[in-house]
């Protein structure tokens, strides 16, 4: 029995794997009820909504029970509410543990359609701008008003992405 503050959501193990996979790419070392939090808060505060995919779930085998957080609990119910008839008549889910795994899933297709316009770049790719600052910071005359790294980078880049904005700019004259 969970204590005060935590609910009981159930999944079938489709929905158990898929929250697995973005768990592992996104919150490497979370557990599956940290990710339901974390996500619940990237919609809460706009990086992406929860828009309706078209999917057909596999919805066989038993039951996994996760304890989660009582406030995605409630989240969850709000949203059931709020899109529970789109849903019956969109997925033909009447219960609210369908509802939850069609609406987790979606989540999920939001969350991957949202990160298909980010950028992903790891730190060895930028090898080019650590060898930059090292460039500038050899140079005698700006040594003593050099800037640490850190902020030497975020210039150096807003630099770039300006560049960037007044090609797109004169390219779309």
Known sequence: ???KGYATIGLKPAIVSKLQEVTD??????????????MMNEVK??????????IRLDLSGHYTTITIRSDVRQWFAEN????????????????FT????????????????????VINIKESDFEWLRREYEKQKS???????????????????????????????????
């Open 139 to 173: 140079d005698p005359r700006r040594a003593p008003q050099m800037p640490g790294f850190d902020r030497f980078a975020d210039a150096y880049i807003n630099g770039l992405f300006g560049k960037i904005k007044e090609a797109k700019e004169i390219l779309t004259i």
């Open 45 to 54: 505060k706009g990086y992406y909504s929860v828009e309706p995919h078209k």
């Open 1 to 3: 029995m969970p204590g």
């Open 98 to 117: 369908k509802f939850v795994s069609y609406f987790i899933t979606n989540m999920i297709e939001s969350k991957h359609s949202a990160q298909n316009h």
């Open 80 to 95: 059931h509410e709020g899109l529970g008839a789109e849903y019956e008549e969109r997925y033909r889910v009447k219960c």
């Open 25 to 38: 790419k996104n919150y490497p070392g979370m557990f599956l009820p940290s990710t339901l939090i974390i």
